[in-house]
T-cell receptor, first 112, second 113 residues
Framework: EDQVTQSPEALRLQEGESSSLNCSYT??????LFWYRQDPGKGPEFLFT???AGEEKEKERLKATLTKKESFLHITAPKPEDSATYLC?????????????FGQGTILTVHP | NAGVTQTPKFQVLKTGQSMTLQCAQD?????MSWYRQDPGMGLRLIHY???????DQGEVPNGYNVSRSTTEDFPLRLLSAAPSQTSVYFC????????????FGEGSWLTVV
């Protein structure tokens, strides 16, 4: 069975304290791995898509990396405005390009 | 640039009532889908469509109905609402090619009492 697991469930950081969020996956075939940010009361906002092991993408204080079994979202020197739920999702090979299987999310809180 | 628009934002239903959640996109995307989000469960796919006139079931389709008469619109119908359908519903759209970005609407909060 295809599974996506995110850890930790919740993470509290002090402003400037760098850390990483993990997304591990067990799937029959990976076409792409997506990272989204979700603010309370809002829809998921696209951050990155990674397609192959070794690939890295960056956006401001965020960097996403991908291996054959997991992805990491590294947050460097976070600010309070980075507080949100971060969602990981996989797009499986052999399925429609729009179908995603999501993990449960990591709730990130950054204290000033 | 509207993107993916969902209505209503909030709705309270009584058990057994029916209603339709509306979703529209203005990006000419072929692919549209509906997810529900429940605490501790993540987002789960309800139904999806790869183009006008074509729909298929996702992971949790029971109790929901969809149709796709135009590229722009993809309504989700609850035929006889149950308390288990209390959730937040998200509509998404994307082009159907590799390297696509999948866009989500702002969500519809549904409570069934």
């Amino acid at each position: 069975e295809d599974q996506v697991t995110q850890s930790p469930e919740a993470l509290r950081l002090q402003e400037g304290e760098s850390s990483s969020l993990n997304c591990s996956y067990t799937v029959s075939g990976l076409r792409g791995l997506f990272w989204y940010r979700q603010d309370p009361g809002k829809g998921p906002e696209f951050l990155f898509t990674l397609y192959s092991a070794g690939e890295e993408k960056e956006k401001e204080r965020l960097k996403a990396t991908l291996t054959k079994k997991e992805s990491f979202l590294h947050i460097t020197a976070p600010k309070p405005e980075d507080s949100a739920t971060y969602l990981c999702a996989v797009q499986l090979s052999g399925t429609s390009y729009g179908k995603l299987t999501f993990g449960q999310g990591t709730i990130l809180t950054v204290h000033p | 640039n509207a993107g993916v628009t969902q209505t209503p934002k909030f709705q309270v239903l009584k058990t057994g009532q029916s209603m339709t959640l509306q979703c529209a996109q203005d990006m000419n995307h072929e692919y549209m889908s509906w997810y529900r989000q429940d605490p501790g469960m993540g987002l789960r796919l309800i139904h999806y469509s790869v183009g006008a006139g074509i729909t298929d079931q996702g992971e949790v389709p029971n109790g929901y109905n969809v149709s796709r008469s135009t590229t722009e619109d993809f309504p989700l119908r609850l035929l006889s609402a149950a308390p288990s359908q209390t959730s937040v519903y998200f509509c998404a759209s994307s082009p159907t090619f590799s390297g696509n970005t999948i866009y989500f609407g702002e969500g519809s909060w549904l409570t069934v009492v």
